[in-house]
């Protein structure tokens, strides 16, 4: 991911010789779905940069290879940027029949009326971005507000709000999904009651749980998600500072 190629940028700047090990066919991780609505053209930018400083640096890459056991690498410096995971609505009866967020960024296709569950920055992206291809999105968020999370620009997010409220884009605060059905879901709102919603589809966009291939140590160096949920800033300083500090 980018995590991953800012840490080896860094490091063959500074004479270093850092190998990539990719276990997917291309390099870019979740930042492939993270950039890929319409509006987003300067992030794909910035992942075709990365993409040829790797490229022109001439790192040694290796993709389609998983590292499931870092003993062959001991006595090296190791960066482990391997990521999160979403985060799966167990509780949720009928949680299969949603979309993860990341497989409708990357070509999952839906229906015209879509539920966005979960109102985070994901998630209203997600909203805004079917609203703009003429689909009629809704959002489900458990808590009082829209991108309650720190660390998003108050103007990405106050235009987000604004830009719902002006277009009529349905948002549900304080509401719990119960059930997924075929056609519609259950929600529960603030005062218990049971509410149901129709809908040809519906997205699950309800945050990420940092997966470590190992424990951070003193040659271990956790970088990006895998480590804590950030966003592509707090990515790349992270990645940034482990490359110079080695």
Known sequence: GVGGMEAARVLKLRGHKPVIYEKSDILGGTFIAASAESYKGKLRDLLAWYRRQMEQLGVEIHLQTEIQDISQFAGMEIIVATGSTARVLSGVKGHEKMVEACEYLTGTEVGESVAVIGGGLTGCEIAYELALQGKKPF???MVGDLIAQKGVCLANSSYLREWFALHEIPVYLETKLKEVREG???????????ITLACDSVISSAGYIPTPLVKESRQVHLVGDCKKIGNLRSVIWKAYENAMSI
């Open 139 to 141: 959002i489900v968020e």
């Open 184 to 194: 519609c879901v259950v929600c529960t709102i603030k005062d218990g009651t049971d």
